[in-house]
Nanobody, 123 residues
Framework: QVQLVESGGGVVPPGGSLTLSCTAS????????MAWFRQPLGQDRELVAL??????????ADSVKGRFSISRGDAKNKNTIYLQMDSLKPEDTAVYHC??????????????WGQGTQVTVSS
């Protein structure tokens, strides 16, 4: 079973930056299609960004395009993904989770959720 561990959250002022990390551990030799999701307090979880197994395909929610960037680790850390978040806004405040997804065109999460990492954008 895949296990997910996220880190890197914190409190930043509007306009600030953070980089989140996520590692998926599971079956050896498998590289997963992965994504970042977020859940603001009292709201539903939403897809933020996704990345293909090779890293060559990425996609973003309209609300974060041009501000967030998803990437993968190197060859030894293929199942580690990152989320570089720039020009943060108060509305980016949420618990951020990563997950393994079915496919680029079918971003349903398929692994048990990790603990997530809290991002708070506030002055």
């Amino acid at each position: 079973q895949v296990q997910l561990v996220e880190s890197g959250g914190g409190v930043v002022p509007p306009g600030g930056s953070l980089t989140l990390s996520c590692t998926a551990s599971g079956e050896l030799g498998i590289t997963y299609t992965m994504a970042w999701f977020r859940q603001p307090l009292g709201q539903d979880r939403e897809l933020v960004a996704l990345i293909s197994r090779s890293g060559s395909i990425t996609d973003y929610a309209d609300s974060v395009k041009g501000r967030f960037s998803i990437s993968r680790g190197d060859a030894k850390n293929k199942n580690t993904i990152y989320l570089q978040m720039d020009s943060l806004k108060p509305e980016d405040t949420a618990v951020y989770h990563c997950n393994v997804i079915e496919a680029i065109r079918d971003p349903r999460p398929i692994a048990p959720w990790g603990q997530g990492t809290q991002v708070t954008v506030s002055s």
